[in-house]
């Protein structure tokens, strides 16, 4: 059996195909880079700094009120999450007229970001729902209003299987 000389021919388009593979697969890895990330975590990192004075006294205001606030998440049979806020203040009395909100935060995408709307279900408790939550790891975020002021924030991490 007699083989073919290798010609440049061959060696040229043996190069081709190599590179073309090459240049074809690190093409697909960064349009499936770019489709999949989710962007930046805070638009303004400028302007999250000046703020940052603020979030540290509202900690403290907060702190002082020593304000008892227990939340409570559950799957529902549906693939939905119920939330429950129960709030009450430094004397252990219910704390009401505030206005909660919630928020399921994925940790890795913030595109998947759920808002719970929440409402006062009975003196001091605050309940809402949130529809079709993908099951693993979110942060839970609490925040309490008060005539257009935030006197509450948490932020928990909690596994919804």
Do not use: C
Request: proline residues 4%; without cysteine; hydrophobic residues 45%.
């Amino acid at each position: 059996m007699a083989s073919k000389p290798l010609t440049g021919t061959k060696v040229f388009l043996m190069l081709v195909a190599f590179f073309g593979v090459v240049i074809g697969v690190n093409v697909t890895m960064m349009k499936l880079a770019i489709a999949t990330l989710p962007g930046t975590d805070v638009d303004s990192p400028y302007a999250a700094g000046l703020t940052y004075d603020r979030e540290i006294s509202a900690a403290h205001d907060q702190a002082a009120r020593q304000w008892q606030v227990n939340a409570h998440i559950e799957r529902r049979a549906d693939g939905g999450a119920a939330l429950q806020v129960e709030a009450r203040d430094a004397a252990g009395r219910p704390v009401t007229g505030l206005k909660f909100g919630g928020r399921l935060e994925r940790p890795t995408d913030k595109r998947a970001d759920l808002a719970v709307e929440l409402t006062e279900a009975g003196i001091g408790i605050y309940r809402g729902n949130a529809a079709t939550v993908a099951p693993g790891q979110w942060d839970l975020v609490i925040e309490g209003e008060a005539r257009g002021t935030r006197v509450f924030l948490s932020r928990n991490r909690v596994i919804l299987n």
